[in-house]
């Protein structure tokens, strides 16, 4: 009998508008986490960034590709967040994938996909230089915040 | 009575949850190893598609590794592939046709810090057709790089098996994880 696979662990729905959302207490019982972003937010062309553990500080590092559809460009650089993707007013897909998110032994890879049919398309690549299982994570508006009706679901995958 | 989401109820002598993402295999490594293999002889009766998910780090110190797959152990100049990347500072592109692998993804370098892998998804889409050539698509880094990347396998031949190497010829070093998806259709 097949087990779960792609399993969802948590689905918010903003009724009012929020900086952030946070998923807690994740199960350690999968390989990666996925979170898929629909990113309703008051500020177009925003981005969406993710932290772990409550960590704040400059553990993070990135490298991003994005096109704005006159021009392709890449970053780089430490900073205090891990790109999840984008948000806009008229909404976003997003998707975040972490890495061997419970491992002990690794620093925490993750890949994410940000689309904003209005004005850009992007993928990042995110590091948190800690060997820490990922117990929290959370999404925050870089520059604005999320408006009532953006969504925010969390999957693990089996390992 | 409160039902899980994604777990449907029912009586007794019945399946009680199907999947059509399922795990086939995953694998970290315990040692360093050169060459990854999946036997994939049968999984086209129940799959249509499948994905690999991995992390995975290169003993090798070129940054970035790419990591290429072979189909059914063939290395005939039968595969193509596109890739567009970012590096930090710049967006570029480059493409290998009439070549004996196809470019998977990429994983990172042994002069990285410590305990930092690449990581990358592949996906294959109806990759056990017999009538259609093999089509993939990835995105994957290696850390200091992120890294776009299609390929093809122009064979219409039933595939039964696929391996992963790095292309400097360095191992996959302990921890390195390949976990592979079967994706009904």
Request: hydrophobic residues 35%.
């Amino acid at each position: 009998m097949p087990s779960p696979t792609y399993v969802p662990l948590a689905n918010v729905t903003l009724g009012s508008t929020a900086s952030s959302v946070t998923f807690s207490s994740i199960s350690q019982s999968y390989r990666d986490l996925i979170v898929i972003t629909n990113g309703l937010c008051t500020v177009t062309g925003d981005e969406s960034v993710a932290q772990y553990n409550g960590d704040t500080a400059s553990n993070y590092s990135f490298v991003q590709m994005y096109g704005t559809g006159s021009s392709a460009a890449s970053n780089s650089g430490n900073n205090t967040f891990v790109g999840a993707g984008r948000c806009s007013t008229s909404g976003t897909t997003s998707i975040l994938h972490i890495f061997d998110y419970s491992a002990t032994n690794k620093h925490k890879t993750s890949l994410s996909r940000g689309d904003n049919g209005g004005t850009i398309s992007s993928a990042q690549v995110g590091r948190w230089a800690n060997t820490a299982a990922i117990t929290s994570v959370k999404i925050t508006a870089l520059s604005g915040v999320y408006s009532a009706g953006a969504t925010f679901a969390l999957y693990g995958v089996a390992a | 009575m409160y039902i899980p989401f994604g777990v449907f109820s029912a009586g007794a002598g019945t399946t009680a949850f199907t999947s059509d993402y399922d795990l086939i295999s995953s694998t970290i490594l315990g040692s360093d190893t050169s060459l990854i293999s999946f036997d994939l002889t049968g999984l086209g009766s129940t799959y249509k598609h499948l994905q690999l998910r991995y992390v995975a780090r290169s003993s090798s110190g070129s940054t970035p590794d790419y990591i290429y797959s072979r189909f059914n152990g063939v290395s005939s100049s039968t595969y193509t592939a596109h890739w567009m990347y970012g590096n930090g500072s710049s967006v570029l592109t480059n493409y290998a046709t009439n070549s004996n692998l196809f470019y998977a993804g990429w994983d990172s370098a042994s002069s990285l810090a410590t305990g930092a892998f690449g990581a990358g998804i592949l996906d294959l889409v109806d990759v056990f057709s017999t009538t259609k050539n093999k089509t993939m698509r990835s995105l994957s880094t290696s850390v200091n790089n992120i890294v776009l990347m299609s390929g093809a396998w122009n064979a219409t031949t039933l595939v039964t098996s696929m391996t992963l190497q790095n292309y400097s010829g360095g191992n996959f070093i302990t921890g390195s994880r390949f976990s592979l998806y079967g994706i009904k259709g």
